[in-house]
């Protein structure tokens, strides 16, 4: 009986040391929006890797959440220990939201050099640091090539300028005049014009968010251009009626009804399932005289309790161990070179053509204003009346200039 008490006592005190244990145990809580099953599949991959290296620390996945679940939480106080951004991060900057991560960066004696200086630039203001960089958001030109060798149109050379392009889907559009509706191939099913909104035409204000003679030029030139365009695409109408109602950025490509993709980084892992499908890319027709890309990074919100555990794991992700996965996965593009110098290699052929952008000189992100997302909706409405003729380039740029004044706030006052 004595023998007995004595093991109960003994399972007891080892229980109770367990269980003291796992109360040690640091709980960071990781949301991200991402929901696909090869994206959770990476997520969870990466945070069992990490535990096992840093065992007191336990990584909660919260995954294929909407952006406003974080901000919610972000706002109550609680729920959020480091959250992938893909949105305007100047946002959370300009509500304190956000942890300046250099302290921790130096602590931690991490290295940021690997990493495209484009990247670390879009995260940083001063000698602050907001977010660790994770994916690369930029575009190149998809192209059929057996469509366009059927055809005899030659392949798309890389960098057009935006009257070449102009000049050569025309091309494309007038060997397509004598077929039938049913067979008729389309150059491509939009421009994906988002980007210069956020970034590079914002970069022709000047600072009292005003506009001058010469940035109007520009950018009704480039609006006269972008609406003979789209006067040759086909309507959305016509784009449902050719994919009998599939959707999808890439459906009409893959389906053989465009010759040509705007072509974002992350769809060419969807492109390259098309085992009937030989495509390629090239370097991204130019407007308003440069490019455009974003950053989406990790992000440690002011409310978090524990910021170092959450700095630790992020680290952690954007290592090389943990980007070689991603970058391997071609689900997007890393911003640390090495991982994509390793592994973002084609097929397709081009595919280094989204590298070169990124060490191009005329690549711009993302400017600080807060009123982002009112601003996009604004834009893609009067883009909508612009492709639709029912304003003209003139009109078109003073009514956005209109609009950026009215909602858009500068972040940092100088």
Request: charged share 20%; with cysteine.
């Amino acid at each position: 009986m004595k023998k007995q008490f004595l093991f109960l006592l003994v399972c007891i005190i080892m229980l109770s040391c367990t269980a003291q244990k796992q109360k040690k145990k640091t709980i960071v809580k990781y949301m991200n929006p991402e929901s696909s099953a090869a994206q959770i599949a990476l997520m969870t991959k990466i945070a069992r890797r990490f535990e096992k290296k840093y065992p007191d620390i336990h990584i909660e996945l919260i995954t294929g959440i909407k952006t406003e679940k974080i901000m919610a939480a972000i706002a109550s106080g609680s729920g959020v220990d480091l959250f992938f951004n893909f949105m305007n991060i100047y946002s959370y900057i300009a509500a304190g939201s956000l942890v300046d991560l250099a302290p921790y960066i130096s602590r931690y004696k991490m290295e940021t050099t690997d990493f495209f200086s484009f990247a670390m630039k879009e995260v940083t203001h001063g000698q602050k640091i907001y977010g660790l960089p994770v994916q690369l958001g930029t575009s190149c030109l998809a192209y059929n090539k057996a469509l366009l060798e059927n055809e005899n149109i030659p392949l798309p050379a890389p960098y057009m300028s935006k009257e070449d392009f102009f000049r050569y889907i025309t091309t494309i559009s007038s060997s397509q005049n004598r077929k039938d509706k049913a067979e008729k191939i389309f150059p491509l099913n939009s421009l994906n014009f988002i980007g210069y909104f956020e970034s590079r035409i914002l970069s022709l204000l000047n600072p009292d968010g005003s506009y001058n003679k010469k940035s109007r030029s520009v950018i009704v030139e480039n609006m006269k251009t972008y609406q003979s365009i789209y006067k040759i695409l086909p309507s959305q109408e016509e784009l449902s009626s050719l994919s009998g109602g599939t959707t999808g950025a890439t459906a009409h490509f893959k389906m053989g009804k465009t010759f040509l993709q705007w072509c974002q980084a992350w769809m060419l892992v969807d492109l390259s399932r098309s085992k009937d499908l030989d495509f390629a890319v090239t370097g991204l027709p130019v407007f308003f005289n440069g490019h455009t890309a974003s950053v989406s990074s990790l992000c440690i919100p002011a409310i978090s309790a524990v910021p170092e555990a959450a700095f630790r794991f992020a680290s952690f992700y954007v290592s090389e161990e943990s980007t070689d996965l991603f970058a391997a996965a071609k689900n997007g593009m890393s911003c640390r070179m090495s991982s994509t110098g390793k592994f973002f290699t084609a097929p397709p052929d081009g595919i280094d053509y989204y590298i070169s952008t990124m060490k191009r000189p005329d690549v711009f992100g993302k400017i600080p204003f807060t009123g982002n997302e009112e601003y996009i909706a604004g834009v893609r409405e009067l883009l909508y009346k612009l492709q639709k003729l029912q304003i003209s380039a003139e009109q078109f740029t003073d009514q956005l200039y209109r609009l950026a004044g009215s909602v858009l706030k500068p972040v940092f006052e100088e």
